[in-house]
């Protein structure tokens, strides 16, 4: 059985379409998701919308399962929160996170999704990249209990490492950032 489903590519910096595109039939062990979320990154996925990434980063920033290449045309994403319509019986039907573009529905070996707690709203799940990417700069930093931090931007990743470094025992946290709103 053909599936189909629409996918974002940025078609040349600063212009992107949506697509129709056909899905590979699934191999044992694939999942078939249908995409409930979908976040964006702000800060990473518009230097790639402006076709701003580095030549010397292009594989460093490659997603995981990205089609095309920097600068463009390619299709871009790594936050998504579907549900398993097909594949493995103890994955059918649960919300999962995969590290995916932004596409409504997408093909995966089910060992690239993460089941979602059931207590874990999907919307919110979506947000696990940024979470994860807070989790790695706190262990880069390695914080100790006392310390006085400045994080510098209060965009998601930024808010996430100061909500996650408020939980430190006798760690004294100041979010800053040059643009007001975000205060």
């Known amino acids: 059985m053909k599936r189909a489903a629409r996918a974002f590519w940025l078609r ?3 212009h992107g379409e949506i697509r129709e595109v056909s899905l590979p039939e699934p191999s044992e062990g ?3 998701v249908r995409t409930l979320y979908s976040g964006i990154s702000r800060g990473t996925e518009t230097l790639v919308f402006r076709g701003g990434v580095p030549v010397g980063q292009y ?3 490659r997603a995981p399962f990205q089609e095309g290449d920097f600068p463009a045309p390619v299709k871009y994403g790594y936050l998504n929160v579907g549900v398993v319509e097909d594949g493995p019986r ?3 039907g649960r919300t ?3 590290l995916y573009p932004h596409q409504t529905r997408y093909v995966v070996p089910a060992g690239a999704v993460t089941p979602v707690p059931d207590a874990v709203p999907a919307g919110r799940a979506v ?3 940024t979470v994860e990417t807070a ?5 880069d930093a390695a914080p100790l209990i006392g310390d006085r931090i400045a994080v510098i931007g209060a965009g998601m990743v930024g808010a996430s490492v100061a909500a996650l470094l408020g939980r430190f025992p006798g760690v004294r946290v100041q979010l ?3 643009r007001p709103e975000r205060g």
């Open 30 to 32: 694939d999942v078939v």
């Open 12 to 14: 040349s910096p600063g």
């Open 90 to 92: 103890d994955l059918l």
């Open 135 to 139: 989790v790695n700069a706190l262990w």
């Open 96 to 98: 999962v996170f995969c």
């Open 176 to 178: 800053i950032d040059a």
């Open 127 to 129: 947000l696990a990249g």
């Open 59 to 61: 594989t460093a920033m």
